[in-house]
């Protein structure tokens, strides 16, 4: 297994007799104990309530650039380790650690613990490196220095009775499944015959799936592109690629000239569904970042307005779009108070992709499941039942809206879809996908990955099925 270079600091031994105190050296960014210090820190801003993209961006934003340059994919990837362990991880810190330790000490031990949970075999770094440079990383610390035999004799102590703790962790909820409590129960009560694989689902790392343009490119030539790049990739939708391995989007053949976009395969359903035609005026309420958009755009030739909340989200909708060499006119406004935007001309198309919990994605963004609180479910519900009542008035007689939400709770889901119907005489409810739960390839879904009309959008994917969780729902106004 290709390991990393992982620099180590040396110091001469005290003379006999005679006590040193050596001096604090600094890291050498290109070491693990780097890294793990870095992803300690992003890990303690996602506990403190922030994002942890956002986490990230500060962390190394406080780093040279030499240094951000060696590290970032390192840092990057330990803590979205570490947040997809970490029910796992602060157990083991809890039951090993007597006393808590200081806050940088317990975080960098659970990034340390998220890499030692793996067996050997399938282990990103070597046990005894990790605990290595995990000491490193406190000793380079004058402030907290002192811990190094703290947290030398914890991940020592781990590996010699692994095999026990982790038995024991098993036992509690959260730290088999690294979800907060009521997460759990919320996926239990909502899927009470598949709640344990769509728990697991969430915890495996996404593939990197691309959306081939239509306009530019179809799919079968595009994997020939892949293949003569000595790229491995399998087709997985009309329209959809995926990757046999991440890699750069540099590096990824046309996607500086939009001939391709990152975007999983369930997200590309709402274009697809949405059914715009040449001609058409069509909304895409709470566009940002811009994918659907996009998508829509190049599906059909249509006058799209992108509507967004944000005016920093909103410029990423035209830097999108300038990539794959398409426009819209892009406006700010609440998607919920059409009158601060709308124009007064109705849309024959509605994408209504609203806020919601998304925890349908949180195999992507598994900071999403620390970062949520219980009271959320009820304020996102009724802010979705806000836009949506607020956007159906604006669609012309025969128009259809598009419900989208990337959440598996019903709250967000099939409860609003209900709801919708029954408020509005003049919706009539069609065909659509449902509620898609996170479903990995090769997976047996038997009724867990998808319920309602789920499998016609399972053969709309693709039989080598893996995507995230979203809710659809499709309304035509009478």
């Given at each position: ?12 031994k ?12 600094p ?12 992803a ?6 996602v ?19 030499a240094?951000?340059a ?50 050997p075999?399938?282990?990103?770094y ?33 590996l ?8 024991a ?14 997460w ?13 694989s769509?728990?697991?689902a ?8 691309l ?5 530019l ?20 939708g ?37 059914g ?36 920093m989200?909103a ?10 060499h ?26 209504a ?23 959320d ?23 259809e ?27 009539v ?49 009478r």
């Amino acid at each position: 297994m290709t390991r990393p270079s992982l620099a180590r600091r040396r110091s001469a031994k005290p003379a006999a007799g005679r006590e040193t105190r050596l001096p604090v050296l600094p890291l050498v960014p290109d070491s693990l104990g780097f890294a793990l210090d870095a992803a300690a820190q992003a890990v303690a801003a996602v506990r403190a309530g922030n994002a942890l993209p956002a986490a990230l961006a500060a962390v190394q934003a406080g780093m040279p650039a030499a240094a951000t340059a060696l590290a970032r994919g390192a840092v990057q990837d330990i803590a979205y380790r570490t947040l997809r362990r970490l029910g796992t991880a602060d157990w083991l810190v809890a039951h090993l650690v007597r006393k808590a330790p200081p806050p940088h000490i317990g975080n960098l031990l659970a990034c340390s613990f998220a890499l030692l949970i793996d067996d050997p075999e399938h282990a990103a770094y070597a046990a005894h490196t990790v605990v290595d440079q995990a000491v490193d990383a406190i000793g380079a610390r004058r402030d907290l220095a002192f811990a190094k035999g703290l947290v030398n004799a914890v991940l020592r102590t781990f590996l010699r009775e692994r095999e026990a703790l982790l038995e024991a962790a098993a036992a509690d909820p959260v730290a088999r499944w690294n979800y907060p409590r009521w997460w759990i129960e919320a996926v239990r009560q909502a899927w009470p015959d598949a709640w344990e694989s769509v728990l697991a689902a969430g915890n495996e790392a996404g593939p990197l799936t691309l959306r081939v343009n239509a306009r530019l490119a179809a799919v079968d030539a595009y994997l020939q592109t892949l293949r003569e790049a000595g790229i491995e990739a399998t087709a997985v939708g009309e329209h959809a690629v995926r990757l046999a391995a991440a890699m750069p989007v540099e590096r990824i053949p046309g996607f500086a000239d939009g001939v391709v976009s990152v975007q999983d395969a369930g997200a590309q359903l709402a274009a697809e569904w949405l059914g715009a035609r040449d001609g058409m005026r069509v909304l895409d309420a709470c566009a940002a970042p811009g994918g659907k958009t996009g998508h829509v755009l190049e599906l059909a030739d249509v006058t799209l307005v992108a509507l967004e909340s944000d005016a920093m989200r909103a410029r990423r909708i035209g830097e999108n779009l300038a990539r794959l060499h398409l426009s819209a006119e892009v406006r700010i406004g609440d998607a919920g108070r059409p009158d601060e935007w709308h124009d007064g001309v109705q849309f024959d198309r509605i994408l209504a992709d609203v806020p919601c919990t998304a925890s349908g994605i949180v195999r992507r963004h598994p900071d999403i499941r620390w970062l949520r609180r219980p009271s959320d479910l009820a304020a996102l519900a009724a802010e979705q039942q806000r836009i949506v009542d607020a956007l159906w008035p604006l669609l012309a007689r025969g128009g259809e809206l598009l419900y989208v939400t990337c959440s598996i709770f019903p709250e967000e889901g099939e409860a609003q879809a209900a709801r919708f119907e029954r408020a509005h005489e003049d919706a009539v409810r069609l065909d659509a996908p449902g509620q898609l739960a996170p479903a990995a390839a090769g997976a047996t879904h038997a009724g867990a990955a998808f319920v309602s009309a789920g499998m016609r959008a399972a053969r709309r994917i693709g039989s080598d099925i893996d995507h995230d969780g979203f809710f659809y729902a499709r309304f035509q106004k009478r």
